[in-house]
C-alpha cells in the first residue's frame, strides 16, 4: 500500500484508498504530538519552502512547525516581503526560490489554479495550501481526520455546510473528500453565497441540497462545517452583520436541532458572535482545537509521503538493478528512489 | 534470481522453550521487576514482547507493560526504502522515564535498527536502563550494539535472510534460514 501522487494540488483527483492511506499515516504524527519531545529527524537536512503569495498565519505556522518538527529547514516567503510588489511575475519569483534548492514547495495564491501551474514547472512535489476559491487539500484531510476521530467513521455522514460556501475552498475540499466516502451534503447561508452551480461540484453521485433556513438546514446534521464569514463581504444593503448574526449564526439553541452527537468544525480564525457563538465554539461539540493539533500532523504526514516517501510510479525498491542496464526514469522524478535497489534490511 | 529456504532454525515448539527461558533471565538478572518493561519493535518484535511478558506471568506473577514502537520515522535509510515504508502506529502508553526497558525483536543483524528504537524511546523521555532482547543474532554488526538475551546466534553470510514466521502475523510459526541465488 502506498500513495499514487506526487504533489498534492487538490482532493479531487484522489482516491478514496488514498485518502484513506494519507489519514491512516497521519496517525502516528499524532502520537508524536503527545511526545515531550517532538521533533524528529527523519527529514534532516531536507528544506521545505513555504510561499504564501496570501496572507496566511495558522497554515503557515501550522506546515512550518510540521516541517521543523520532521527536521526539515524551511524558507519563507511572504507576500508583503516579497519581490511580487516589486512587479516580479509568479513563474520567476517561483523559479528563484527553486534555485535555491527546496525539495518540495508549500505554496498558498489568490489565483485558482496557481498551484496547478506552478507544479508543472517544478520537478518538485507542490502542496497547495490554498488556491483562489479551488481548494485547500491539507484542510480537507484535516478535517476529515478529525470527523474520523470523533465519529469513528467518515462513511455516509450527513454534513451541513453553513456561511459564504461560493468563495470557500474549505467547503470545496471538503465535498470532494467527504463526497467519495458517500457522505451528503446540505449547504445553507445567504442566497448569493449559495448558488444553484454548488449542486454539481461534488464527486459523481453526491447528494448536496441548498436549504435556506439554518435551522431545517441542521435537521440531521452529524457534522456541522462552520467557515469563517469574511465581514468584508457583510455590507448594507445585500446583507448586514446583524442580519447574518440573526439567520444564520451558529448558536446553541439551533444546534440542538442537529444529531445530539453532532460535531462542530471551523476552520478558523473564527469570528465569535457573527458566524458561531462563544457557547458553541467552546462547548463539548467544538473540535476547533483538535483540528488545529491534526493539522500539524496530517501536514506532517503529507511532508514525508511527498518527499521521502516515493510515490508507486517510481521504480519498485524490490526490484534488482542490472549493472550497467538501462534505468527507466520516471518523468519527473527526483533521483532519490534510483538507490531503493540496495537498501539493506 | 530466487530464494531457497536452506535450512530450518527452530521449530515452532523451539521459538517456545526458546521465548521462556529468555523470560526467565530476564526476571532473573533484573533485580527486581517493579520498572522492567518491554518495548517489541514493530512487526515481530511486538508478538515476541507479548508472549515474554505473558510468560513471566508464569513465574512467580510478574505483570510487567509492554509496549509497540514503530521506528521507521527513525530510520536512517529512509531515502532509499520509504516507497515500502509504511508507518504503523507505536503504543507506549507508560512513562519511560526511570524504567528499566527490554527491548524485544525478531533478528539482530547490523544493530542499525536498534539505534533508531533508542532513539525513539529517548524522545519519549529518559530511561534508567536499556537492554536488548533477540530470537536471533545473525552478527555483521555496524553498530557497537549487542543483546543481552539471545534466542540463538547464528553464523550466517550477507546474502542470506532469516525469516521469523510467528502465528500472529504469518500462517505459520517457524524460523527458517534462506538464500537468494542466481
Redesign the interface.
Known sequence: ??HHFRDLLALEPLSADDITFVLD?S??FQ??QR????????LRGKTVALAFFETSTRTRISFGTAAARLGADTMNLQAEASSLKKGESLLDTIHTLNAMKPDILVMRHASSGSSDFVARHLDIPVINAGDGMHEHPSQGLLDALTIRERKGTIENLHVTILGDIAHSRVARSNIQLLGKFGCQFTLCGPAMWVPRELEDIGPQGTKIRRVFRVEEALEGADVVLVLRVQTERLHEPALSAGDYVLLYQLSAQRLRGAKPDAIVLHPGPMNRGIEITPEVADGAQSCVLEQVTNGIAVRM?LL?LLT?????E?P???A?VQPGAPQTTPKRRST??K??S???? | MRIVEKAQLMSAAEIDRTLQRVAHEIVEKSGGTKHLALIGIVRRGVPLAQRIAQAMRGIDGVTVPVGVLDITLYRDDLSKVAPQAVLRSSDISFPVDDMDIVLVDDVLYTGRTIRAAMNGIFDLGRPKRVRLAVLIDRGHREMPIEAQYVGRSVQTSTTEIIEVRLREIDSEERVVLVDRVE
Not at chain 1, 308 to 312: I, K, L, N, Q, T
Not at chain 1, 342 to 345: D, E, N, Q, S, V
Open positions: 500500500m502506498t499515516q496517525r502516528p502520537e508524536i511526545h515531550p519531545l517532538k521533533k524528529l529527524a527523519t504526514a514525508y521521502v516517501g516515493a510515490p508507486e517510481g519498485h525498491p524490490a534488482e532519490d528512489a538507490d531503493a540496495h537498501a539493506p534490511r
